[in-house]
Nanobody, 123 residues
Framework: QVQLVESGGGLVQAGGSLRLSCAAS????????MGWFRQAPGKEREFVAA????????YYADSVKGRFTISRDSAKNTVYLQMNSLKPEDTAVYYC????????????????WGQGTQVTVSS
């Protein structure tokens, strides 16, 4: 059974940093692209960042480019989202996701979702 478990969310002041982690179970990690999405209250879930299974390529939404960094540790079956220079508009529930067929850009077909972790940025 594939499971994605996020951690690292919390409350931070504007300009601060947080690092989210997503631990993946099973054989998913070696052949799946991993991504992060977020959903703010009253808004649709949106793509944030993705990383290919090899870790060689990464993609970011324009709204987070230059502030967020996605990375993965294959030995730990874990993907990270380092978030710097946080803004109040980054407040959302952040979800980890895995895709067998992701290729590039912001179109990320999700096969598995995590349960989400809350990030709140105060002004």
């Amino acid at each position: 059974q594939v499971q994605l478990v996020e951690s690292g969310g919390g409350l931070v002041q504007a300009g601060g940093s947080l690092r989210l982690s997503c631990a993946a179970s099973g054989r998913i990690f070696s052949s799946y692209a991993m991504g992060w999405f977020r959903q703010a209250p009253g808004k649709e879930r949106e793509f944030v960042a993705a990383i290919m299974w090899s870790g060689a390529r990464t993609y970011y939404a324009d709204s987070v480019k230059g502030r967020f960094t996605i990375s993965r540790d294959s030995a730990k079956n874990t993907v990270y989202l380092q978030m710097n220079s946080l803004k109040p508009e980054d407040t959302a529930v952040y979800y980890c996701a895995a895709s067998r067929t992701y290729f590039s850009g912001s179109y990320f077909p999700v096969n598995y979702w995590g349960q989400g972790t809350q990030v709140t940025v105060s002004s």
